[in-house]
């Protein structure tokens, strides 16, 4: 496994692979690995034979409040794991090369950054969209790989690669959970052992959701009105102070617009704040 500082380094591997008729996948990730990220990069190996990994924590897509300083940083343990799972190369630059003095370039998806997480946290998307289009251009993967857990990323990401005529596939895979069902999240290290309970409410909330489909129901509406409940209802046991409801949203999964009925499938999306950690969930319906 190479690891790469430097873009231009980055790059040439990456020509050179390609060059020899290797089919190269990229998984983009802000370090700080766990099962999500692995799986990942298993899919990438199973269908590439190259695969480089980005280990970048993009400070461009962190607000002037939020979590930038003590976002979790393990390098060498990242490396080891991605190592153990056959990566060929890893590309960490530091800030100043991703971004040089005077850099006042950006890329912005309208519409869809200013919905789900980007109406809570403004700016975004902007960050998100740039970052990954730099990468795009460096690494020239033929495919990314990204989680479904980060759903509204995914949108974001598949109109910029369609608009922008981007040659690279997009392929999203399932959301990988602890065995109580929370999303593994390099976040969830923020949790005490309280706070880690109390955060299953985002998963059961879906769950709800899910039943309720499954037995019949398609009205967006009374759909959103099972999934809230349990944060909605004053001084049960089930929702604790701590918890605080963000959104929950059924939305269509390209556009992020809601929908009102979900015959047609949807994405379910929820996000709360856990104490001051903010955590994030879906669940696709499929059409019926």
């Not at 617009?257 to 379910?268: C, F, K, M």
């Amino acid at each position: 496994m190479r690891i790469f500082a430097t873009i231009a380094e980055m790059r040439a591997a990456s020509r050179v692979a390609r060059r020899a008729g290797r089919r190269l996948g990229l998984v983009p990730t802000m370090g700080a690995l766990h099962e999500g990220h692995l799986s990942l990069v298993r899919a990438a190996k199973s269908s590439c034979n190259a695969v480089a990994a980005s280990i970048f924590v993009n400070p461009t897509q962190f607000g002037p409040t939020e979590d930038l300083a003590k976002y979790p940083r393990s390098f060498d343990r990242d490396r080891a794991m991605l190592e153990r799972e056959g990566v060929d190369f890893i590309f960490a630059p530091a800030v100043e090369e991703m971004y040089p003095a005077g850099a006042v370039t950006w890329v912005t998806v309208e519409e869809l950054s200013s919905k789900l997480d980007g109406r809570s946290r403004r700016g975004h998307f902007r960050g998100v969209a740039t970052v990954v289009a730099k990468l795009f251009h460096i690494v020239e993967p033929d495919v990314a790989f990204f989680g479904q857990k980060d759903a509204a990323q995914v949108a974001v990401i598949r109109r910029m690669v369609r608009d922008l005529n981007l040659p690279v596939e997009i392929q999203v895979c399932p959301i990988v959970r602890e065995p109580d069902g929370l999303a593994m999240s390099s976040r969830n290290s923020y949790l005490s052992p309280e706070q880690r309970e109390q955060a299953l409410i985002l998963h059961r909330s879906l769950r709800q959701v899910e039943t309720l489909t499954q037995a019949g129901e398609h009205n967006a509406q009374k759909l959103i009105e099972t999934g809230t409940k349990e944060f909605g209802v004053a001084d049960s046991d089930a929702v604790d102070s701590s918890v605080r409801l963000d959104y929950f949203e059924i939305v269509s999964p390209e556009t992020l617009d809601p929908v009102e009925d979900v015959s047609n499938g949807a994405l379910v999306a929820v996000a709360a704040y856990v104490g001051t950690t903010r955590l994030i969930d879906n669940l696709l319906l499929p059409k019926r």
